[in-house]
């Protein structure tokens, strides 16, 4: 962190944010740079710098490691006037910034309804109660007993996307879309505990709670309770984030996020769901005729461009442009990519790079040599059930323009000829 | 074992001193009372913490934004850098009008209405220093001892919790394939499985009246819900928006959208009020769920009490129309369909609308933009 002054006595960081300004300008504004150089070449290349003179700091200068410094502009980002309090309150992860599959643990965006709990996992406890042979009492150490599996899902709020219902709104896929993350997950089997306590043949039901200040609590039905349910102590390998429900969180796979409860301290077995206040007063999809969906769990197949998008126009002027995005569906894996440059009128299949695993999030390209005319970039998703994801008009035709959740409609990215890129909609 | 003030002699010393004459112009023990509308966001006295808000141990004297640990709004720090300390017109300023006084603070509060109470609230957090305040005082009032009191339950508990430890405690081990974990107590079962179904299942036995609803839902909700439920600033509107479902903007209350009765009193007792979650009886949640009822013109009569015994009675207006997930048989999920893959659309496409339009991206602070919604 400590910055040496260059001979010209100019912070080093400043001279790089100059020339990377510079490099706005594309091409030509290089060739003049250089040209500016005496010597005729890219002094940073022609004269030797800092970090090439000089020692840096040794390890353990971050015994826990943080990112760069040049990357102080990824983080999180909440809107503040969606919700009353940030205690109760979202933020989102910034994916334009990001590429392959996994989000770090640091981006991953936050939803609490009431705060981050901090509990000591000496103290935390998991209790499964209900209709079961034998209520049982987990610690910690306990837990980490049972067998356990490693898998890569992505979690998405039912949320994701709803300020666009009624139109696009926000500029940038890090407001639009930024309500999910992908993440490899180390836990337990939801089935193991289950049966460790002995699920009587009436239980139907499974009521998750956590020990936060919204004792959140969301119901669901056994029998995916008993199929890829994850009872998660570990998130890309460390201990989960405190925000992310440390040191216990419950993994539905494919399913909205709401239902993942953080700091897991409760599970009963039950025959009829609960109605609780997330899948009654929220979580439920009022249609235009005033009548509302409830239970409605799965995470439609979706995708969004991630690169251009507002927040991530084309810096470089015309010539090959890479277009890349992110795909997911809670029914399984993505088989194609479809990106249009035309709004919608001309597709071509997208290349998907990087492992395809079911309800995890998949990375396409387009590598496309781009003329320098306005581009309107749409792209769409097909999973492996044949589901293709919608357009925005198609949704609102079918359920009005009152909902919020499950916005799963294509995004249009408008890039005009100077690389700008806005949020638009489309004829 | 007591956090503040730091030690139980000083502790001591400072309750002693609280009644102090200085406080003529409030009544710490009418004081008491008007801190219920702070409650939910603040806490004072002994294992004070930060909550929404900082605690008020000390406040006054105290530079604004300064209380250790707590995330204050840029706008407070900057008060406080700008000299701001909490005095008896500070004070005053304050909480007759936060926003007015600090702009962009972060106190989501909209002020009290009687300077009386803010006089009497201000003596109550007065009694809440850890230093003695300049002139010792003789005697002891109501408060204090009220204090006191806490103090000692406050310790006892500790304490009762303490000796037992978990761990030297016996339980029968589980007798699943794994052999892991223990079989829960029915204590502890009842400890924590406090919900309840739309059968009633799970519901304690008690009751409450609307009449006595009203102040406890005066006292400890209406800062954020409003006094009738009509939602104070951006914080949940709990009551009417009747036949809103179909309009342009539908109003989702209790009333209005919930399905189930057994929510309002689940949720209510397992999350309110926001911040001071679990402080509320059996039968005030009932009698706050009642008022609920009152409020959203599903009963109408004052002396409408409200019972484990009656309770599943009451329907909501709404309940008929929830239906279950059907995505599938929307159109566009139709199976076989093989996505258009060129001239899909008739010619040219046009923008038809743009966020800039709308542009309510945060750009940095102080975007308080109305539109759309998470929930």
Redesign the interface.
Known sequence: MVSKPDPKGTPRAASRRDFLKTGLMGGAAIAAGAGAAKAGGDPLITEIQDWNRYLGEGVDAAPYGTPSEFEAHVVR????????????S?NFTPLHELDGIITPNGLCFERH??GTAIINPADHRL????LVD??????ME??K??PRENRAYFLE?A?NG???????????CQ?THGMIHCVVYTGVPLR?LL????VKTNGKWL?A?GAD???M?RSIPMEKALDDCLVAFKMNGEALRAEQGYPLRLCVPGWEGNMWVKWL??L?V?D?P????EE?????D?L???????????M?VKSVITNPS?QAPVTHGKGPLVISGLAWSGGGTIKRV?VSI??????REARIDGPSLPKALHRFYLDINWDGSDL?LQS?A?DDQ???Q??KD??RA??G??S?Y?NNGIQTW?VNTDGVV?????? | MLKFPKSAAIAALALAVCASPALAEGDADAGKKVFNKCKACHTVGDGAKHR?GPHLNDVFGRTAGTAEGYKYSKAMIAAGEGGLVWDDATMAEYLANPKAMIKGT?M?FAGLKEDADVANVSAYLKSFAAEPAEEPAAAEDAAVETEDAEVETAAATTEDTAEPGAAEMT?EA?????G?????TVE??TA??I?????GAGLPVGKGTVADGEPIFTDYCAV?HGDFGEGA????VLAGGHDT??K?R?E?T?GS????L??VF??VR??MP??D?RSLSDDDVYALTAYLLYLNDVVEDEDFELSNENFTSIRLPNEE???????MS????A???E???????PG???????????????EGE??????????
């Not at chain 1, 980002?77 to 309090?85: E, G, M, S, Y």
């Not at chain 2, 996505?339 to 659309?345: G, L, N, R, T």
Request: hydrophobic share 35%; aromatic share 10%.
């Open positions: 980002r909440n809107v503040p006037w969606l919700t009353a309090d940030p205690v109760s979202i309804h009431g209790m499964i109660n209900g034998t209520p049982l009492v987990f610690t306990d837990l007993r049972f709020c949320a709803g300020m666009e219902w009624k139109g696009a709104q926000l500029n940038g407001f193991y049966e460790e306590a002995g009521l709670e200040a919204s004792a609590t301290r409760r009963e039950g009829q609960w109605h609780q206040r009654t007063s929220k979580y439920t009022l235009a005729e005033g009548k509302a969906r409830r239970h409605t769990w799965v439609d507002p479809d035309d709004g919608g009128r001309n597709w309107l769409r097909i044949g589901l293709v919608p357009s198609q949704l079918a359920r323009g009152n919020i499950h408008h806005e949020n638009v909609e489309v004829s | 929404v972060k989501a339980f589980s007798k699943g394939a794994f892991l974990g223990r079989v829960a502890e079962i924590w499985d919900d309840i179904r739309p059968d954020c600033g951006r914080w949940p479902l179909t342009e539908p989702k209790i959208y919930w399905p189930y057994s929510t689940d949720y397992r999350t926001f911040g979650a129309n929830f239906f279950d997930d059907n995505r929307e159109p566009h999920y199976q076989g369909v996505p258009c893959m060129s001239d899909c659309k040219p496409v046009e923008i038809t609308a743009r966020a800039q339009v709308l542009d309510v991206t945060p102080g975007d308080e933009n109305a539109g759309g919604g998470i929930d």
